[in-house]
């Protein structure tokens, strides 16, 4: 953006040496002239050769972000539905009237998968750098619970990754332009209220 504004200043303050009233300066001046204008001339294709060059690396970056966020959206349902799958065995062999050491003992021997490749991803300059602020947030403090409830709340551990798979989801739209920021805020705290207040 700084190079746009520079560039307008450029041909700005470059235009002033046509106007009819300095006419009779630029011609008495006129190499002076020629060597302003040729040098502000060189200035705004650098200018605007580094903006283009700058657009083109956020956007190189953007649409891999976005490969990045499909790739983790892919893991983290492959952990939910083997979480889910392991859960339903759990309570097909056991009561609700075990103590809660033998669900300890049972998560331990059997754990839940946690996606460390989120945590991998959380680590990454491009992750970080342009994600945004909302999903980032929210993204730390749901792998935070997730790891808390790995072999203790196995309930609570699927719960956080459908709103993980909804952060990663949302954050996609909203890398490809499908919704605003604004909007990514709203739908995400409308799911976490709802996830929160479920059972």
Do not use: W
């Amino acid at each position: 953006m700084i190079y746009l504004v520079t560039t307008v200043v450029l041909i700005f303050c470059s235009s002033i040496l046509f106007i009819p009233k300095l006419k009779q300066f630029t011609q008495r001046n006129e190499l002076a002239s020629n060597f302003v204008l040729t040098l502000v001339a060189t200035l705004i294709g650098v200018l605007l050769a580094i903006a283009i060059s700058n657009y083109d690396a956020n956007e190189k970056e953007r649409e891999d972000l976005i490969k990045l966020l499909y790739a983790a959206e892919a893991v983290v349902k492959e952990s939910q539905d083997y979480s889910i799958l392991l859960l339903d065995h759990y309570q097909e062999r056991f009561s609700d009237g075990v103590s809660k050491e033998v669900k300890t003992t049972f998560f331990d021997k059997n754990p839940l998968v946690y996606p460390e490749y989120l945590d991998a991803l959380m680590s990454q300059h491009i992750f970080i750098k342009n994600l945004s602020q909302e999903s980032l947030t929210e993204l730390s403090e749901r792998l935070i619970v997730m790891k808390r409830a790995k072999s203790i709340m196995p309930e609570q551990f699927i719960k956080s990754t459908s709103y993980v798979l909804y952060i990663l989801e949302q954050e996609r739209r909203y890398q490809q332009g499908e919704i605003t920021l604004i909007e990514l805020e709203v739908l995400l705290d409308l799911k976490e209220d709802e996830i929160d207040a479920g059972p």
